[in-house]
C-alpha cells in the first residue's frame, strides 16, 4: 500500500506513504487515495478526513515522471487519465470536511490535490508550486479547478460586482 489509512474517533486520516518516490502520485497511489476517500466517505463514524504525508520534507513532488516515461503503449498511459479528477470530484463530494495538513512541499499535481480540501494547513518552510510550467506542461490538474468549485460565479452591472443569479 501506498497510503495509510487509520481512524481515531471520528476523524480519519489519510497519509501519503511513499517517502523513496517523494509520494510521486503514481496510479498506484492515486488507485490507493480514491479507495482511502471512498472508505472514509462510506464510514459514518467518520466525520472529517485529514490527508497528509508520512515524508517529513515532501508532502508530494507530483505526477509520476517515471509512469509519464514509462516504455508502454500511449493507450495505456492514457487510459487512466481519469483518476485525477476522480479524486478531486470525489474529495468535493465526499459530504465530510477534508483538511490537507502539508507538512512538506507541495508540487505539481499535488497542489490540486491539496486545493481539492476544503482547508490547507502548512508547516512552516513548506513551498507550494507548479514547477511543471518550466518544462512547458500547463498545470490545468492543479489550481484550476478548486477556485471553480468554491467561488460563485460573480457578474458587473449597475453597482458594480455581485453574484450571478445562477449561484
Known sequence: MTVRYEVDGAVATVALDQPETRNALSDELLDDLLAAFA???DDEEVRCVVLTSTHEKVFSSGGDLKGFA???PLAHK???????P???TLIGTLGK???CAANGHVLAGALGLALACDLVIAKEGVRFGTPEINVGVFPSSTASWRPRRSTPRWRTGPGGWRPSRRC
Not at 78 to 84: L, S, W, Y
Open 39 to 41: 472508505r472514509a466517505r
Open 70 to 72: 514509462a516504455d508502454e
Open 78 to 84: 492514457f487510459a487512466a487519465i481519469n483518476r485525477f
Open 86 to 88: 476522480d479524486l478531486f
Open 97 to 99: 470536511p477534508t483538511l
